[in-house]
Structures are given as structure tokens and as C-alpha cells.
């Protein structure tokens, strides 16, 4: 395959990007970036994308790992495109610095605003904003398809006015947020033992236990169990009950799940 495109999803953003990027290369294979064992992930296509959400002006725990095990072909043309809400900080940067410790150059790297998931900053986006950026980005997506088709390398787009101390700041302070913030994730009088959390969780970090969800300590905060309850059971700490939900309007629920 000439083209592969790797993604991260917790609400189905960079799932979207990734399936409208594949349609519009061709010749594409979708691979998503979820909790593995494996020690090395190699791909061996010409041109090989990464779609990641920024978290904390950063990636995500689960992309920096799969960076760390990531072996491609030499010669290969290397993109990414990080999604975010409203501000990236240096998550492209963190990005390039993290292939670069692997001897991969990023050769093109972009970043689209789509809709906010971040649930603890506040609920879903009015419909018709939501509906803006992902038309926005849905132009973006045929400009950087064309500069992908045509292997060309690229500025990576960064914002100048965040620096990147205030990246690796807010980075760390989002690991340590895995392991504080999951302990306050909770599924109330609402749960219907249906086990979607379950099934939809990427490092598989959620089980039901006399069937209601339980947590490990292995959470990325992607928030998909959360968002993804079809009743809106699950809550994190006192915040969510009256938030409203997020998950990208053209996905379905089953193209999420990480776990049968
Ligand atoms: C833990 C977490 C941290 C986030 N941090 C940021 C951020 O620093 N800046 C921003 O603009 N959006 C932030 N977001 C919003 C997501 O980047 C954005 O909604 C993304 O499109 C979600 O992609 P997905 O649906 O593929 O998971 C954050 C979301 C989560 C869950």
C-alpha cells in the first residue's frame, strides 16, 4: 500500500480526518494507534501519516509511545495532522522533536481546529459552530491532500506565540492529570451495564465489575467512555451531569471500538 495513514480517536475527530484523507489520496490503509504489546510497529508505505487530537498542547501518552516503537522505510515521505479545539500550543512540535529522536524526518506538518471534546472546559460546541470547523477543516484537508499526492516538504505549522516550555509544562501536567483525574471517573444511577465504555476505551483501561465500569490506571483522558455512553451514565467527578456530550456527527459508534 502506497499510502498509510495511523490515527489516534477518542470522539471521533481525527477518525473523520482520517477516513476524508484517505478517500482523497486513494490507495490508502487506515491504522489506528491503540494500546499494544507489540515493540515495534513498522510500516513499510511510501507515505505514512500520523492524525492525532492535541492534548494539552501536547500528543496524547498513547501517540508518543507509538512514535517511540514506530519504524518506517528509509526515503519515506513522513506527515502528521494534529486536531485541537482551539489552541495546539506545540503539539506539531512535540511531534517532529519525538520522530527526530527516532531518526524520522517530519517532512509536513499540520494542525485543523475541529470541535472541542474537552468536557471539563465545558460541554459540546453549538451544533452549527461544530458544523463550521469541520467544513473548515474539510477545505484544509484538499490543500494538504495535494501537498501529500505531491510529496512536497512543508514549514511545520506551530503557533509562534505559545513557547515550547509552556508545551512541556502543560505536558507533564496532563500525564499526571491520567492518573489523578481517572479516579474520578464514576458511571452513576443511569448505567445500563451495556458496556460500551468498555469496547470504546483505546487502552483497553475500563472493565465492568458486577456490571458497572471500573478504571485502571492505564487512562489516556480521551474521554470516550464519557462521551460515548448512550446514556450519559458516566460522569467525572461533579462537573459532567448537566455538560453536554461530543462525539463527531458522522462517525458511528462501532468504528470506535477498540474492544469486542
Ligand atoms: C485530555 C484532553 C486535552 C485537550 N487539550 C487541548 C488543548 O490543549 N488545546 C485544544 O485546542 N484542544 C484540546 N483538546 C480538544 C481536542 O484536541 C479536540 O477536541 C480533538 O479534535 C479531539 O479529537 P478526537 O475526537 O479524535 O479525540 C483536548 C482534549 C482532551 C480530551
Known amino acids: 500500500m502506497p499510502n498509510e495513514i495511523f490515527y489516534f480517536s477518542g470522539t471521533g475527530n481525527s477518525l473523520a480526518l482520517a477516513k476524508s484523507l484517505a478517500g482523497k489520496l486513494g490507495n490508502a490503509r487506515l491504522t489506528r494507534i491503540a494500546y499494544t504489546d507489540e515493540t ?3 510500516s513499510t508505505a511510501e507515505k505514512v501519516g500520523i492524525i492525532y487530537p492535541v492534548y494539552a498542547f501536547g500528543m496524547p501518552k498513547i501517540v508518543k509511545a507509538f512514535i517511540s516503537k514506530l519504524k ?5 515521505y513522513i506527515f502528521a495532522i494534529c486536531n485541537y479545539g482551539g489552541m495546539s500550543g506545540g503539539a506539531m512540535k512535540q511531534m517532529q522533536k519525538a520522530l527526530a529522536a527516532k531518526d524520522i524526518k517530519l517532512n509536513a506538518g499540520f494542525g485543523l481546529v475541529m470541535p472541542s ?6 460541554g459540546a ?8 470547523k469541520v467544513s473548515r477543516a474539510e477545505v484544509r484537508l484538499e490543500e494538504i491532500a495535494s501537498i501529500v499526492k505531491a510529496g512536497e516538504s512543508k514549514r511545520i ?3 509562534w506565540y505559545v513557547p515550547y516550555w509552556l508545551t512541556a509544562l ?3 501536567s496532563y500525564v499526571k492529570g491520567t492518573v489523578k483525574d481517572v479516579k474520578k471517573f464514576h458511571a452513576d444511577d443511569k448505567c445500563i451495564s451495556c458496556g460500551l465504555c468498555v469496547k470504546v476505551c483505546p487502552s483497553a483501561n475500563v472493565r465492568l465489575v458486577d456490571g458497572r465500569p471500573q478504571w485502571g490506571s492505564n487512562c489516556e483522558l480521551c474521554l470516550a467512555c464519557l462521551q460515548w455512553c448512550p446514556v450519559h451514565a458516566i460522569q467525572i467527578g461533579n462537573i459532567s451531569p448537566n455538560r453536554k456530550r461530543y462525539h463527531h456527527p458522522d462517525i458511528k459508534v462501532e468504528e470506535m471500538f477498540y474492544n469486542k
Do not use: H, R, T
Open 125 to 132: 460546541e453549538l451544533e452549527e459552530k461544530c458544523q463550521k
Open 117 to 122: 471534546n474537552y468536557l471539563p472546559f465545558g
Open 40 to 42: 515495534e510497529i513498522v
Open 72 to 76: 518506517v522505510s528509509p526515503g519515506s
Open 170 to 172: 502543560a505536558s507533564k
Open 157 to 159: 505549522e506551530s503557533p
